[in-house]
């Protein structure tokens, strides 16, 4: 999930460009993506690092499905005592559709720490956050379209198919204000890679998020205009999350994600073993 990071002159000409820019609600003609791999119970040890390979924050995805509603939460520790902690909870009824979602950003990494969640049901969107040392909330009731993908992005990634992704999911981007903004999916290729020797192939997936209107034109030139994200999903009978490299927030640095294999301390020496 990617918050927007604020400076009080940079806050103030991209929150009036994104009024006017955004102001309209999403289309409810926005089609979710389609149930074709069921969700259930995960758990997975994850890396974050900087694109040169320095550790940034260690991470767990915890996953659980009870019948057709399915809780996701994806954690971050970081070396400097920040926290990333994104609970997603959706339903899979034929269609992915997100219920709530709730993140928690805290911490000298994160420029403005903030506490957003999302109610799928009411469209109430709020944010607390922090802004030069005083509490502020920013508290919306958006039109929530329904290919919301807030916490959801790698799920849905491995449900689309490659041949035919879909040209875009909706996201809640937090300005701190809350709004709405569009991700234009794209297929880079397949890339190389191997597990222990075994050669593998991974669709390349660009996430590109649009501002839209003339926020979008402006974006780039103020430095809002986010990077593009990019999330790598092995194929077949049983999609996998590879790995992914994006910011967090926007004039962020991308940051890698990757899954990591427990490590077991080294046994005792035979000596010890046999007394001797």
């Excluded at 790698?154 to 490659?162: A, I, Q």
Aim: charged content about 20%; some cysteine.
């Amino acid at each position: 999930m990617i918050s927007i990071r604020n400076t009080c002159v940079r806050r103030s000409v991209l929150a009036a460009l994104l009024f006017v820019a955004l102001r309209c609600p999403a289309s409810v003609l926005a089609e979710p993506v389609t149930v074709r791999y069921a969700e259930g119970l995960v758990r997975g040890f994850l890396s974050l690092r900087s694109l040169d390979g320095t550790l940034v924050a260690n991470g767990d995805l915890i996953q659980v499905a009870r019948g057709d509603r399915v809780t996701a939460r994806l954690i971050f520790r970081f070396k400097d005592g920040s926290l990333s902690d994104e609970t997603a909870v959706f339903s899979q009824r034929g269609h992915f559709r997100l219920l709530s979602s709730h993140l928690v950003q805290k911490g000298p990494t994160f420029p403005t720490p903030l506490d957003a969640s999302i109610d799928g049901a009411t469209g109430q969107v709020t944010v607390r956050y922090v802004d030069d040392g005083k509490e502020k909330v920013e508290a919306e009731h958006l039109e929530l379209p329904a290919d919301l993908a807030n916490g959801m992005i790698l799920t849905l990634l491995k449900n689309v198919r490659p041949s035919a992704p879909p040209a875009s999911l909706s996201m809640v981007a937090y300005t701190p204000k809350p709004r709405i903004v569009k991700l234009a999916l794209s297929v880079a290729g397949e890339d190389r890679f191997a597990t222990n020797g075994s050669a593998r192939k991974a669709t390349h997936y660009v996430v590109k998020i649009e501002i839209g209107g003339l926020a979008g034109l402006i974006a780039p030139l103020v430095g809002k205009q986010p990077p593009d994200s990019h999330v790598w999903v092995l194929g077949g009978e049983a999609p996998a999350f590879v790995k992914s490299e994006a910011p967090m927030f926007l004039g962020g640095p991308l940051w890698r994600i990757e899954l990591v294999s427990p490590t077991w301390p080294k046994p005792a020496a035979t000596a010890n073993k046999t007394g001797k």
